[in-house]
């Protein structure tokens, strides 16, 4: 079982930045592939960035050149970086761990609001 922890959300500026953080923790596992979803108000979760076990990373359209994703293997933890935030980035972030041992599963965080308001 893999538990996995969310912070860094809060009000922010239009303009502002934040970093938000994700760190996995339990038993002995390997990490597949990191990633944070997003849900804005009354709409669906979608997919915001990814990063993979070769490092590779993948964005979102309407956040690229504006958020980075990034890792710390050695602490199971995924950080995005949000510069250049603007009200319609404002909505609940979740983190997804996909691991591949002992076993290929998918955890996600509770979620960290993010609301970016004047």
């Known amino acids: 079982q893999v538990h996995v922890v969310e912070s860094g959300g809060g009000l922010v500026k239009p303009g502002g930045s934040l970093t938000l953080s994700c760190a996995a923790s339990?038993?002995?596992?390997?990490?597949?592939?990191m990633a944070w979803y997003r849900q804005p108000p009354g709409k669906q979760p979608e997919l915001v960035a990814t990063l993979s076990r070769a490092e590779s990373t993948n964005y979102a359209d309407s956040v690229k050149g504006r958020f980075t994703i990034s890792g710390d293997g050695a602490k199971n933890t995924v950080y995005l970086q949000m510069n250049s935030l603007q009200p319609e980035d404002t909505a609940v972030y979740y983190c997804?761990?996909?691991?591949?041992?002992?076993?290929?599963?998918?955890?996600w965080g509770q979620g960290t609001q993010v609301t970016v308001s004047s």
């Open positions: 997804r761990i996909e691991t591949l041992w002992p076993d290929a599963n998918v955890y």
């Open positions: 339990g038993d002995r596992f390997l990490i597949n592939t």
